[in-house]
């Protein structure tokens, strides 16, 4: 501002009479100016102001008002007076009405400053928060401070695939807008499952749902018993949903569940997905494919994992031949059962996570 004073111009730019003559200062773009600010190089970015162009002892003031550290700039309150003792007493009302109108600017730039900034937080926290639903929030965390998140191996895991039975006769029967609400609907309602175990939704694609427990935060031997408690949970919710009106049938699902070694990590830099590799994923996705409808098929690894767990219910199928991988042993998994030994029904759904689902069907 007092550059602007003693030049009678723009900040950063040349003097009246140089503009009047065609002269113009070299110091750059808005932009420019404003990045050699921020920079905080040595000698710090400033105005080409002429030392002839004013008295010695404004100035000096113009300089202590750059000072790089806050405590050195004087306050408007030594400006006022200084520049009264300057300009001379003839011109108090002029210079009165110039000061108070730079205290308001600046008062109204802080003003400005801070909610600029508090929108800039609100925007950055709601980014967070989208970025911690797409990733692993660890993993989120870890991008958002700008670390590259390297691949990593798990000893053990457990991985869940479910797969609604028909769908491709219900897209036949039903227009294409009301087949997105019902997976919307449908997905919203396992969503709402997932958020009350220990368990991370890898993806969906189309009406395949992808589950996994024990990554990236691992849990011990708990992922075993996580998954097949959202497995018990999904089948026994999903009886209850509400189809559109065409559709004269409950929705009826296949689950396979596996636990084995699998390898996870970020894969792109656009859109970037927590990926699963290994072949725990592949025979956890053969046991959906292979298993009946509202039947929870589960390998012979995890099963062994429930066993030592305790408190399941398994049904031996049988061996089953599952590309790939040969001849398997598998099993059902029944149910959850009590200190007793008595069979328990899955917790029921969130009562606000079925209001949703109807209103949005």
Request: proline letters at 5%; charged letters at 25%.
């Amino acid at each position: 501002m007092l550059q602007q004073i003693i030049l009678r111009s723009a900040p950063y730019s040349a003097s009246l009479t140089d503009t009047q003559a065609g002269q113009h200062n070299n110091q750059g773009t808005h932009k420019e100016i404003v990045l050699e600010v921020k920079e905080g190089s040595i000698p710090p970015m400033r105005p080409n102001v002429p030392r002839a162009a004013c008295a010695g002892d404004l100035y000096q003031l113009m300089e202590q008002s750059w000072s790089e550290f806050a405590s050195d700039r004087p306050p408007f309150s030594r400006i006022k007076g200084f520049l009264k003792k300057i300009v001379g007493r003839g011109s108090d009302n002029i210079i009165d009405h110039l000061l108070e109108r730079m205290e308001i600017y600046a008062n109204n730039l802080e003003e400005q400053v801070a909610e600029k900034t508090r929108q800039f937080m609100e925007e950055k926290a709601r980014s967070e928060e989208l970025l911690s639903q797409l990733l692993p929030k660890v993993i989120a965390a870890a991008l958002t401070r700008g670390e590259v998140v390297a691949p990593e191996s798990y000893e053990s895991v457990s991985i869940y695939f479910s797969d609604i039975c028909g769908f491709t006769t219900i897209c036949a029967v039903i227009p294409p807008l009301e087949v997105v609400t019902l997976l919307n609907s449908l997905y919203t309602l396992f969503d709402g499952i997932m958020e009350e175990y220990d368990v991370y939704k890898v993806e969906t694609i189309g009406d395949a749902y992808m589950v996994a427990s024990g990554l990236p935060i691992r849990n011990g031997r708990r992922h075993a018993s996580e998954i097949a408690n959202v497995s018990l949970r999904i089948r026994r919710d999903i009886t209850s949903f509400p189809l559109p009106g065409k559709l004269h049938e409950s929705l009826k699902v296949r689950i396979g569940i596996h636990s084995g070694p699998c390898v996870a990590g970020i894969v792109g830099h656009k859109m970037p997905r927590y990926c699963l590799f290994g072949d725990t994923v592949n025979v956890a996705s053969r046991m959906e494919s292979t298993g009946e409808p509202m039947k929870i098929q589960t390998s012979e690894t995890l099963k062994d994992l429930l066993d030592k767990t305790g408190g399941f219910e398994l049904q031996e199928r049988g061996e089953i031949h599952v590309k790939g991988k040969g001849t398997m042993k598998t099993f059902w998994l029944m149910g959850s059962l009590d200190g007793n030994g008595t069979r328990l029904a899955a917790p029921a759904a969130e009562s606000s996570i079925t209001a949703t689902r109807l209103e949005t069907i």
